[in-house]
DNA sequence: ATATTTATGTTAAATTAATCACAAACGGGG
DNA sequence: CCCCGTTTGTGATTAATTTAACATAAATAT
């Protein structure tokens, strides 16, 4: 039942938009493009001029008939929605090959998440620097994470380690968690956010893309054949 | 209007679910169960089991009734739809931070895919090796690609290199694009599978979700003071 | 000023995806 | 061999998402 004030819940598929709008409407900017219109955004985008005015709807009101957008006016409404108005202290956690990876990364700072601080077990990587940031022990991070406000841990820890961390990590105040290991995360009770990426998962996409004409045609095949895969009677799975 | 014999398109819902399934399948296997109900898949993968069953059902009839599915038919079954019966041969263009990092990962060949060369542009790297996949120069891409049957690119050059890489690699007999950089890749003509990795994508989607009650409580606030937003009269956006 | 054009916000329609519900098929036990 | 409990595959239903349509307001041209 929803009650009279409420807001509906902004759905998944539009989240997953903000960005693209986000991303655009800085290139936008920088061309020095004052206005623009659902219409046009369509064009690059891909989406329909129609899914654009609706996404933005949930938000706000942000354009004005007979004009469309105002481009600098938008990107700073988008970028209130997602958050991205006061900076944000991440940690990684993990200083291996993708740890490290991501901490060298200055595309991160440049939307205002700062890595300022990373940490690791072995005891050969603690008190190093990568990209400025200091390595520490791992030993320090709850510490560490509330002491300096952290709002976001990346974590890039062996699978296997996984679970200590993230149950660590439900003892401080992070916000969320930017998950890079194949382990599937779920906290229970806290209001602790995850973003997995899952690469794995990505590149069998891509595998199952690039195998989809083959499969198509066995599809076809089978269904002429009705059942090629059906079990005749007393199919005997078990092996008892 | 549908064909007689034709096939329905699989969603990309469905797709972007199957790696979880293939994933959860191979960990029942490890741990030799040899059967498993759509209702005990759903406990664990958190879709209903219903979904599960018309997932499943898009490529084949893979269960029976009053059994269940026979984990390691299953198994093989998906890995098929997802094209890893076969190994798969790919390529690491740009071998920067991300790249190597990449490139030094061991998870990716446990399913088939191996990395096997590494193309820069920078000399002081080409003759090096990462994780025993020499770093070749770039001029070489093409013809190694079309040399070993390459199936699949994985982008990690800088953004402003991407689109001249993409280029070229339309002219080879690349099968798929695994895109780590920015930039939002379209491809008219070939049949070329692009997929994207986005990760300032994920990270803002992330920060939204950590900004989301906050932002419902404004939102609010300006529903009921109705249009905080709105544009007055004679609001003039255009700096002439 | 006034008319014309443009392009929004919003409601309605269409499409797509998820869930429900159940007949039919199979395994296992007596 | 037959019955009982289980669980699939699938058509029907419901929910979610996307697209279309359009009244309305602002901008621009005359
Ligand atoms: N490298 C990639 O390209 C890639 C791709 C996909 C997924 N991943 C996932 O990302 C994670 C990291 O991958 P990687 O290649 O960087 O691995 P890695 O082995 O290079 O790095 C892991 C780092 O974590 C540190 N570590 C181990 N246990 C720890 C703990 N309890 N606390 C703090 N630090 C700890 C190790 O000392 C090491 O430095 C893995 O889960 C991997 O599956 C990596
Ligand atoms: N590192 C990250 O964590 C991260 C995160 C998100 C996105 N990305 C994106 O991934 C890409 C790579 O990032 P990075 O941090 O590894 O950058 P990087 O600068 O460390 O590496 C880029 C590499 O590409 C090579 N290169 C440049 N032009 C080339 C060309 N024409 N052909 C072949 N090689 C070429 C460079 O010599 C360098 O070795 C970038 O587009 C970046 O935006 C990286």
Chains 1, 2 share one sequence.
Not at 134 to 146: H, L, Q
Not at 197 to 226: A, C, F, G, M, P
Request: aromatic letters at 10%; hydrophobic letters at 35%; glycine letters at 8%.
């Amino acid at each position: 039942m929803e009650q009279p004030g409420e807001i509906k819940k902004v759905s998944m598929a539009v989240i997953k938009r903000l960005p693209k709008y986000y991303k655009y409407l800085g290139e936008l900017m920088r061309k020095n493009v004052e206005r623009v219109s659902s219409q046009e955004l369509s064009k690059i985008l891909g989406f329909t001029a129609s899914q654009i005015r609706q996404d933005l709807n949930n938000f706000g009101e942000f354009g004005q008939q007979g004009y469309g957008y105002n481009v600098s006016q938008l990107y700073t409404e988008i970028a209130k929605i997602l958050g991205i108005t006061t900076n944000h202290k991440m940690v990684v956690i993990g200083a291996g090959n993708l740890g490290q990876a991501l901490a060298n990364y200055t595309g991160f700072s440049i939307h205002g998440f700062d890595i300022i601080g990373i940490f690791d077990k072995n005891p050969n990587l603690v008190g190093r620097k990568i990209n400025d940031i200091p390595i520490y022990p791992v030993e320090d991070m709850e510490y560490f994470i509330n002491k300096n406000n952290v709002d976001i841990a990346v974590l890039t820890v062996p699978r296997d380690e996984t679970e200590s961390i993230v149950n660590r990590l439900t003892n401080t105040a992070i916000r969320g968690i930017w998950n890079f290991t194949p382990v599937e995360i779920n906290i229970e009770d806290r209001d602790i956010v995850v973003e997995n990426v899952h690469l794995i998962d990505s590149l069998l996409t891509l595998s199952y893309r690039i195998n989809e004409s083959w499969l198509q045609e066995r599809l076809l095949k089978q269904k002429r054949k009705d059942k090629p895969f059906g079990h005749g009677k007393n199919t005997t799975y078990m092996v008892k």
